[in-house]
């Protein structure tokens, strides 16, 4: 597994009006996200020459996309995108970072704690998982394959929700789906085996063991040939995913 942002971006016009630049800091790997979400564009390899402070770049042969590709290159400055073995992986952000030695929360990290394990009103919990759902809602706006999904589900909760009732995965399923017009099938997904909270863990052997069979369809064909968008509350091994 492997964790990226894209550092830095330019969009540009090219040398004439039917073809546009963009140059890109980052990792290589996101010539080919770029390509693969914008199939119909034409893409060539930009000259290095225009690269300046950029690593790579690529010219846009097919006009009229400039607003899309901006979006999208927007979404994947500020997302992380995560490199496993699922179609495409992002996520909103990290959880936690390393300043002057210490491990903290990020910003998005502390909401997400305090929604999972803070002893707080349910509706304090909403309050504070809408603004994480409505963030996603607009990633997946942005995103040519996840707003090509036609399907939402969460990932089945590895122990009872909290005495609220409240179940932050199923929640952020719920609200994308209102959000995006997708149909919402986490009930088309159970859990198959007793677990025990990933935190419970400290290899990874043991957190992969923990979820080794543990979820299933309740009807093994009825995601056939659908484009399904899984969402979770915290990657941290991608076991549960």
Not at 34 to 54: N, S, T, V, Y
Not at 126 to 132: E, F, P
């Amino acid at each position: 597994m492997r964790c990226m942002r894209l550092a830095d971006f330019k969009l540009r016009k090219g040398k004439d009006e039917s073809s546009a630049e963009i140059l890109l800091k980052g990792d290589a790997g996101y010539e080919s996200i770029i390509r693969r979400a914008f199939p119909d564009i034409r893409f060539r390899q930009a000259p290095p020459e225009h690269f300046g402070k950029f690593d790579f770049g690529l010219l846009v042969m097919t006009p009229g996309n400039e607003k899309a590709l901006g979006d999208f290159l927007k979404m994947l400055h500020t997302n992380v995108m995560i490199e496993d073995d699922l179609d495409a992986c992002f996520s909103l952000g990290y959880y936690s970072s390393v300043f002057l030695g210490i491990r903290l929360r990020t910003r998005l990290g502390r909401l997400v704690h305090d929604v999972k394990y803070r002893r707080i009103s349910a509706w304090s919990k909403r309050r504070k998982a809408g603004k994480t759902a409505d963030r996603m809602a607009g990633f997946i706006g942005a995103h040519p394959l996840y707003s090509g999904a036609s399907v939402v589900v969460s990932v089945p909760p590895t122990v009872q929700f909290d005495k609220t009732g409240f179940d932050l995965a199923a929640f952020l399923a719920e609200r994308i789906a209102q959000k995006t017009n997708k149909a919402n099938c986490s009930e088309h997904i159970r859990t198959a085996k007793p677990k025990r909270p990933m935190k419970d863990f400290a290899t990874l052997e043991g957190k992969f063991d923990n979820v080794a069979n543990a979820f299933e369809p309740t009807d093994s064909q009825f995601f056939e040939g659908k484009d399904v968008i899984i969402v979770d509350d915290i990657y941290e091994s991608g076991a549960t995913m």
